[in-house]
């Protein structure tokens, strides 16, 4: 049973741009039941807020404040990259007592849920009685057991408007292009790009993702023969991708806190493509000039205002607005999760609650029936059926009958 | 006076969001006056096109379709990259005489009015009677004469909502951010970063455009002044910095056929400067982790389909129509360009037709006036007031106050 208190919400991870859709359902549903929440904070930059005491009073916020705030991307709350060690547990909870805090919540991706999962763990241990919940966000739609996660769609919606708009101007300026799209573990990001595709022979004409392994013969080749076959071509490129057992194609070296590569942020590993590719076509095909270039998305993809799924954003503040709906249901613990309902005809999702371990640490790949044998493209009927709810209206495309 | 028959219409150059809008304002004012153009020819691939014979016939594209297209970013007819030669220009009236051709439009940016001067030019020499207009289109706004150019406001819409969503994810996980910015010659596209500004302490926080000469030392000790101070910055950089003298930062040593460097399309310019100052800092600042990162915003922020403005649409269109107006007027040869009336409370324009020499070869750089003394910076009350209404809304973002 929850214990009232005071509640502490905060965001950690890389943002996104309904990541205070999320932030504002929590603070919303909490502000609207002061008798078991009479203190609504925010922790600023995260754990580090709590123990640095960096906090803000959500009841100080205007009600027009917290509905622009929600539409804004980005964590308003500022975010933080830093798993709670044992020493920060102790600071946590100094914190929390100080403070009468009996409500945690914690948005972010499976760093974030691992963080929750150990101040959890801690407070069980010391019989401290805190009800602690993750509410999920990525871009990378790579949490274990939800159906996808908010963040992922809008991002997806951008890749996807960022790729019409890249085969618009390779078709009108024919060439090469290799884009490469952010997605350390999984590929759905980058095969959000299939979306793009509204004509015959439109991008992109490759996608590679990191659930297979790369080989820049096969590459090679598999661009040359679209490059041969339409005069042109559009590949989304995952920043994942590697060769067998996960050698990298380039790495810059950076590690972060959490362990993870660092490869967005930097243009190489797509200047390195675009470089292999003419020095393979000045080999095979030295008659024609080649016009290969490469664009890296970087961070424009997570969170760019004006481009946001509507649904995406709904179900935002919709886990937000849950898991403090499961905490008051007397959940102690948890991470909120998405399940499709209905015959599928209609699109439609409940929420749950799963234990914070299933989605802490470990990320879930796209399933690879969802890309192809060659695993150079998605399976178009089968990835799309899942992707379209989430990402909604895209803009219309149109298209001369006389110049094809 | 304008001799009825055959009326061919072109794209050239680099695509923009709405340059089809003013393909559209061509065909749909052409289409009106049957008994002036008995046909509205589309060259595809431009002048290129021509040559080969390859057209569509806008009589047959439904009035559907034409509103479709024009709101479709990148060449609908396809683009080229081609100056006129002495042998192109005999090709080009063979064809036209072939057809009966007696008026040209050719939509693009310096380039494409000099090949519509050079073809002209071969007309008159040539008493062929030939109406020959260009209608403006440059995401880099650098044509002479005209106030100002389509596609600009659309470009620079794009540029200002990433800077906008850059900035709250700088603000969110603090670091120093490049952010490389379309533009070779002029800075008008990277400085409508500055639009993005909305609370105190806001990013960009330094701005470089070509318009002054560029150094690394000065750069990098600007980039730590601002990193001291408020703890992150974010800086937006000209693809065309330079030093004195002309002299590149970086060059990969490409050059189109009209003589243009090429630096889109590669992240080389960005990594290096995210180098640069990654070194500095570890002299500078040893005491301290530092994340820098760079991007390139590459061809993304040129035909996002989305991110429009709405007053570039519609002016775009009207850069078309008003030039078959000013040739049934009875003018020979022009470019149709802007500029502003009224007392300037309220924005509003009128078009005009320029001598198509004014605007050929040429470019035309943002007024030293609109940048800051020391060239880090715009000069916020000279560029806005210019730049607001060509870009219209932007997203509105909110801040919590709690927060800072």
Redesign the interface.
Known sequence: MHQPGTLVVG?SG??T?VINQTLIGVVQAALARRDQFPKVL?A?HGIQGIIDGK????S??SPE?L???A???????????RKASAEDGEKIFARFKELGVTAFFYIGGNDTAETTHIVHEMAVKAGYPLTCFHCPKTIDNDLRVTDHCPGYGSAAKFVA??F???N??N???AGI?VNIVMGRNAGWLTAASALARVFPNDGPHLIYCPETDFSLETFCADVEAVYRRIGRCIIAVSEGIHGPGGKGIVTSGEVDSHGNAQL?????L??FL?ETLKTHLAKSWPEKKHRV????????Q??????VSTIDAVEARRAGSAAVAAALAGNASGSIAFRRIGDGAQYSIETFVTPLHTVAKETKSMPREFLNAAGNDVVTERLLPYLKPLVGE??????????G
Chains 1, 2 share one sequence.
Request: net charge positive.
């Open positions: 965001q890389g943002p741009a925010g600023i906090f803000c009073d959500f100080k916020e404040t509905e622009l705030v539409n804004t991307p980005s964590a308003a709350l500022k975010s933080v990259r408007q960022a019409m708009g890249d618009l101007d078709r009108s300026l292009k967005s942020g930097s243009g190489a797509g200047d675009a270039r490469a664009d890296t998305f970087g961070y424009l997570r969170c760019f205002p004006g481009v895209l803009p219309r495309v149109g298209q001369l009958a006389g110049v």
